[in-house]
Structure formats: C-alpha cells, structure tokens
C-alpha cells in the first residue's frame, strides 16, 4: 500500500462526491458550499473547474445514463448538467415548504433511482432526513430522523444499503454505519442495524463505497484517515492523511484499481493539516466496482 499523493493542490472548503466518469475517463468531484465542480485528468494530470454557482451549493451528484450530470443543490432542487457545454436545466423544482436544507451525499441505485441526505436544519431544529429520489421525479422519505447524513454503498450482492449517520444525537457522541435491508424492486430499504459504532475511531465517518471483495472503505471527517471495514463490522486497516478532514472516496480507471479521494479545508492549512482540501490518489490494494448511473426523468 502506498502513501496517498496529493494530484490536485486546491483548498477546496468542502471537497466532496468524487466519481469516476468512464465516457471521458475523468474524475469529477465538488467543493459543496462554493457550488464548484471540477474535473481531474490522469492521463495529462491536469484538472479545470467545469462548473460553478454562486447562489447554490452543490451537495452531491450521480452520473446520468446519458452521461450527463444530475446535480443535487438547495432546497430539493435537482438540474442537469450537460457535459457538452456546461448548461442546466431543472429536472425537480425546489420545494423549500418540504426541503429545509440542502442535500449531502447520494447515490444512484441499480435501478436508476437516487438516495439523497438532507442536511439538519439546526436554526430551526429540524433533523437531517434520507430521501429516495424515483425515475419519475418524485421523492420519497426512507429515514425520517438522522442528525447528519452521509456515505452510502451496496454490497456486492446488492441486497443490503450502508449509510453513514455522522453522529448521533448529541453532537459529541460518535458516527455510525448502519446497513439496511434492501430491495431492488422496490427500491425500499428496512431493518437498519449498526454495521460500525465509531466511538473507538478518531472523527466521525462521511463518505464511503465498498470495493469489490465486499469490505467498506469510509473517510472520517476529523479523523485525517480512511478506514476499511470488513463484512462483519470488524475493523481491518486504516489509511493515514496529512488534512484532518477527510470526506470521501472512489475507485477509479479502466479496472477501477486507483483510489481517489477528497478532503476539506473549512479554516486554513495551518489547523485542518497540510494539503487540506486538495485531492488525493491512493493504490488501496483492492479494486472497486463501477457506480451506477441514475436515469431520473422530469
């Protein structure tokens, strides 16, 4: 395993969502609260900002069959991004009476549908929410109450969902994984279990995915490492980071051998770490599985 190397030197503030797109072998991700999304280039090592928008943050996206980009911003509102020449268009309207905050985190399922968190509204009390967004455009409450919604991922045998609440409760108690039961047809998920308590582990966990043996990779936030965890919930090994704030991972390439992954600089270098918010390749040891693409309609 090696030491992760640093290919893209930004401060992102949040760096978030990376992954892969095999159309045009680049890797997307976002910086969430300045509505950014870059692109990196292995082949050249050279990265640009695609996309930005000074009025909304961009709290997740998926890759669309077509190979467009299905953004997930303010307020339930949904747009998407064409990669010929950068434009939007609205494929879910906001709804602020129904959606508080803004989204974190989703992921696209077998079927084509959407798993989106919601943010926690803290100045008005409200908690954080797991939506399923369905191919028709319309959303779904899955988990009613979660105080901060983060990483999900399948397992291999697509029969069960992992989540990751970043705490729970109280804001210093610790992060869990939960794994739920989930059924494919339907797209509904039931019978949540803990699949990691993270009070032993430094930081909270955020993003994750599962590589292709089954175990769970999940970057902790505060935490300056990944950290793998074996079908069971037995912790197996962890990755060190110089940026305090670790958010989120993928695999990438032809075989999907190569491990990108984000970071944040919410104050400076000096306190969340050297290279702080910049973005990161890694040789894991493991390969991953391609993400699914969404096929939401308007």
């Not at 990751?164 to 794994?179: L, M, Q, S």
């Not at 197996?236 to 993928?250: G, H, I, M, N």
Request: aromatic share 12%; with cysteine.
């Amino acid at each position: 395993m090696t030491t992760p190397q640093q290919v893209v030197d930004i401060e992102c503030e949040t760096g978030e969502g990376p992954l892969w797109h095999p159309d045009d072998e680049w890797l997307y991700w976002c910086d969430i609260p300045k509505g950014r999304l870059y692109r990196y280039d292995p082949a050249v090592e050279e990265y640009e900002c695609v996309y930005r928008d000074e009025s909304e943050r961009i709290g997740g996206f998926t890759i669309q069959r077509d190979g467009s980009l299905l953004l997930f911003q303010e307020a339930g509102a949904v747009r998407r991004l064409s990669r010929n020449d950068w434009t939007t268009e609205t494929v879910v309207a906001p709804d602020p009476d129904r959606f508080h905050e803004r989204f974190n985190d989703v992921i696209a399922d077998p079927e084509g549908r959407v798993f989106a968190g919601v943010m926690p509204d803290t100045e008005r009390d409200l908690p954080g929410q797991l939506y399923r967004l369905d191919t028709d455009g319309t959303f779904t409450l899955v988990r009613e109450s979660c105080v901060l919604p983060n990483g999900m991922g399948f397992t291999p045998d697509l029969e069960q969902l992992y989540f990751a609440d970043t705490c729970e409760v109280e804001p210093d108690e610790p992060g869990y994984i939960y794994r739920y039961d989930y059924d494919r047809a339907s797209g509904a998920i039931a019978d949540p279990e803990v699949f990691v308590n993270a009070s032993d582990i430094d930081g909270y966990p955020d993003g994750l995915t599962v590589d292709g043996v089954g175990h769970v990779w999940a970057a902790f936030w505060d935490g300056g490492a990944l950290h793998r965890f074996a079908p069971d919930g037995s912790h197996e090994r962890s990755v060190a980071f110089d940026p305090r704030k670790v958010s989120s991972l993928t695999f990438a390439g032809d075989y999907h051998d190569t491990a990108y992954v984000t970071t944040a600089c919410v104050g400076t270098r000096d306190t969340e770490g050297a290279g702080s918010g910049g973005l990161y390749r890694v040789d894991l040891g493991v390969s991953g599985c391609p993400e699914f693409r969404s096929a939401v309609e308007s």
